[in-house]
């Protein structure tokens, strides 16, 4: 079993910056995929971003590219959702899951574990 927990969320104001954290507990960390994702009320569960066994192999949803960084360290089993130049349609509960594919991909089907959830609120 795995469990994931989420950290980090808050509300900050449009162009702030927040830094999500996704602390992985049970198997080997390394053999995961972990993938970020967020979700609004009345809206689908939509991939965020990934990282997978390797931290050079990352993957960005359109709408988050350039703006967003994810990053993995294993020493501390915890995967890292960085957040700049935030907006308002950023706002969402933002989830990490895990996968045992080697790559991230934007499919919730593969992800087998997930976390709570935590809030990212943006003013305007």
């Known amino acids: 079993q795995v469990q994931l927990v989420e950290s980090g969320g808050g509300l900050v104001q449009t162009g702030g910056s927040l830094r999500l954290s996704c602390a992985v507990s049970?198997?080997?960390?390394?053999?995961?995929?972990i993938g970020w994702f967020r979700q609004t009320p009345g809206k689908e569960r939509e991939f965020v971003g990934g990282?997978?066994?390797?931290?050079?192999?990352?993957s960005y949803a359109d709408s988050v590219q350039g703006r967003f960084t994810i990053s993995r360290d294993n020493a501390k089993n915890t995967v890292y959702l960085q957040m700049n130049s935030l907006k308002p349609e950023d706002t969402a509960v933002y989830y990490c899951?895990?996968?045992?594919?080697?790559?991230?991909?934007?499919?919730?089907?593969?992800?087998?574990?997930w976390g709570q959830g935590t809030q990212v609120t943006v003013s305007s």
């Open positions: 899951a895990a996968s045992v594919l080697t790559i991230p991909t934007i499919s919730r089907r593969v992800y087998d574990y």
């Open positions: 049970g198997r080997t960390f390394t053999k995961y995929t």
């Open positions: 990282v997978g066994w390797s931290d050079t192999s990352t």
